[in-house]
């Protein structure tokens, strides 16, 4: 007992698995396979006679299809050709230039267009022109004028194409016309066997997994004598195809019959099956009627050894498999009674393992035992609880490491904080002294020059105090930061104080490298504005700033409707300061792209990636 309980689990469930499995499929074996080949053999049968019949009526519809194409094909021709002999007459009727050579020649064009000989006889001599593809001459003397008459090739009874002959009189000449049916030689492909061969070769192939037999199609002649009736079809004479003919687009060229007989071949009435005997073993014969039309019978024949049908049928392994399947279940649901207490001591293991995947780090398996599953439970909550231990320490390790860090950002935060405190305490400090220059000087243009860096200096003392103020030391707010800037600005400007600021500014934070720019942009647009854009205007003054954000880029505008520049102004050659410095920030610092529109005021434009 001590043994078996050593031998591992998997080999006890696969060891009486497999015995039940086997017992099952031998039994299966010995009773199925039989009749399940019996009716894959009848199966066999049934779907070929069905591709049969499918393969007859494709044919049909390309054989019915094809006559009235050519049909069609035929009549166009011969209008053309008469419109053409009809243009011929009437020019030599009405056109006095139109000379005889002129006459010949467009008579000879005939058989540049068409498949047709023709021969023009006057007076005075006979103008003949052939073409290569017309092979044949006819006897005219008993057709009627300006009447298209049909010829035929001698008796062959392989589709071949017959003749069209017509005659016409042009003045007193007689003009003698003989056509192959096919006229253009654009028609030629449309041959009755070329037109069907890729759809019946397609039916062809239907079966080619099923047999390995013979398919053709054959045009008989149902006149037959009768001492032929009783003879094989390969057996009897066939010069030049006077009794049948086998079409060039069938897989065998040169059919055997053996038993099968003519008569058999031409009593078939729609599709029969034959059976018999070809070079003395048992075959399998498929006839098929296309059609009938007067001498001729159009037959679809398959034949087949009946050997190919048992050895390439379907393998009935397929539907063993099905079977085989099922005993495997049985034996699966027969194991699992018979091994239901290990069944479960596994089931508890796999919930174990689930409950520890979902984060259940304290849930157990408490199973017991000598054998393998016993042994595995044990060893598996002991890897837990070993697990759950790790895990703890390592959350303890994570959580003072977080504080430290935590601390440490705060201190660097204080810091930041504190530097830009202190800058923004120097850059007051800076304003402070340039005011108390300017006081003691009188010359306005150092005043103004004074004013403006003041300004420019007020504009990074202004960043610094909100990222001062800010929470977050890396953004700044700045539809907030543009309010103040523009209003402290403008506060300098006593003398503008008719100008209203109009500020129109998404929800939008930059960094402080984007929003020192920005700043200094504004800051150069709103002094140059004040100075210059509104002298000699006093009513409705405005500066207008717009600040939108899109999937790619920032835009800043600036507008004034004050005097405007002037026509000829070219940044490039101007020594305006302000403008200067506001396109070199948008280009340097920014990355961006600077523009100016001059319409009724100014309106600067800077475009900048996010």
Known sequence: MANIKNIPISFKLGFFFLLFALILLSLLFILLIPRIEKKQYDNALLETEKKVLLSKYQINLVVDYFKEYNNLKQNESKIEIVNMIEQIKLKSKLNKNYLHKDLVNDIGNITKNYICNVEFITQNNTFSFNNTFTDKTFDFSYISYNKWEKRFKKKSFCPQP?????????????????????????????????????IIQKGFTLSENIHLGKIYLVWLNNKLKDKNLSKSLDSIE??????????????????????????????????????????????????????????????????AFESDFRNDINNPIIKILYISIFALILSILFGYFLFRRWFNNIEKLSVTARQICSGKLNFRSYIKGDDDIGILGVAFDSMLDKLENNIKTLDKDVENRTIELTNSLKIKELLLKEIHHRVKNNLSLTINFIKLQKYKIDDKKIKSALTSIENRVYTMALLHTKMYESKNLDSIDFKIYTSQLSEDIKSTFEENINVSIIINIDNIYLNIDQAMSCGLIINEAIVNAFKYAFIGKSDENYLKIDFKKTNQEYLLQIIDNGIGLKKDFNIDKS???????????????????????????THLIIKFPL
């Open 575 to 601: 020594e305006s300061l302000g403008l200067n410095l506001i396109k070199s920030i948008s280009e340097t610092q920014l990355n961006g792209n600077f523009g100016i529109i001059k319409n009724k005021g």
């Open 162 to 198: 017959n003749y069209q002959i017509y005659k016409t009189l042009i003045k007193n000449d007689e003009l003698k016309l003989t056509c192959n049916s096919y006229f253009k030689k654009s028609n030629t492909n449309n041959n009755l066997e070329s037109n069907v061969k890729e």
């Open 238 to 303: 066939n010069r030049n195809n006077e009794n049948y003919c086998i079409s060039k687009i069938s897989n065998y060229r040169f059919p055997k019959t053996g038993e099968l007989t003519i008569h058999d071949l031409l009593q078939v009435k729609s599709t029969q099956r034959f059976e018999h005997k070809i070079e003395e073993k048992n075959t399998l014969t498929w006839v098929s009627k296309i059609y009938e039309k007067d001498d001729t019978n159009f037959l679809f024949v398959l034949s």
